[in-house]
């Protein structure tokens, strides 16, 4: 092997390692936002865990609260994958779709369900928009199929605004604040919470949020049924 090949294999395994370690920091990062809230942990807290030295995270993050935009980035853009409409689908069936997918997607990345309220608590705007840019661009696009869909008056006419913070905020907080279940039992309760194997809701508890969710998506646009003797 040449020394040019040489010096492009060591750049490769480095840039590998490289990657490795960012995603380690972003998964335990994300278990301890999930656990703590985005305040609730320190960079510290990041290193004794994956036991590796400050240097580590410093080379891939400028400090704690570039590490939880970055996170909330990533979440963003797994989020605007599943909110897309289906060919052929009228809007309000993707709406009430897509909030059945929105409360699957925070119980499966908790995470995200906390940076959404932690946005929303500590700078005062909606958790949707602060979430990731990304969003801003899944907002736009609702916008003018709400716009179109409430002329038509295939929806009730409602600001995307107002029906975001009440859906997808109101949803983030059921999500945070439902009940966990443990499947470890009591046997590992004196567990280190970052260490403890992972607390996970109950299916039938996330099918309820789930019900609710799309109930809300039913009460707050389905148009009014036409008066007969108008």
Known sequence: MSTTEADSSNATKKSRRGQMTRDKIIEVAETLIARHGPDGFQLQNVTEILGITPPAIYNHFKDREDLVAQIAEKGGRMLADRMRRQSGEDVLTSLRRNARSYVEFLADNPAHARIILWDMAGRGTSGWRGLAISNVETRDRMREAFEIAGEQGVIRPIRIEAYLQFLYIGSAAAVV???????????????????RPGLHRTASAIEQLKDEAEDLVKRLLTPDPIDSND
């Not at 966990?180 to 970052?194: H, I, L, T």
């Open 177 to 195: 604040w439902t009940d966990y279940d443990d499947p470890q039992g009591d046997s590992d309760k004196n567990a280190p919470v970052e260490t």
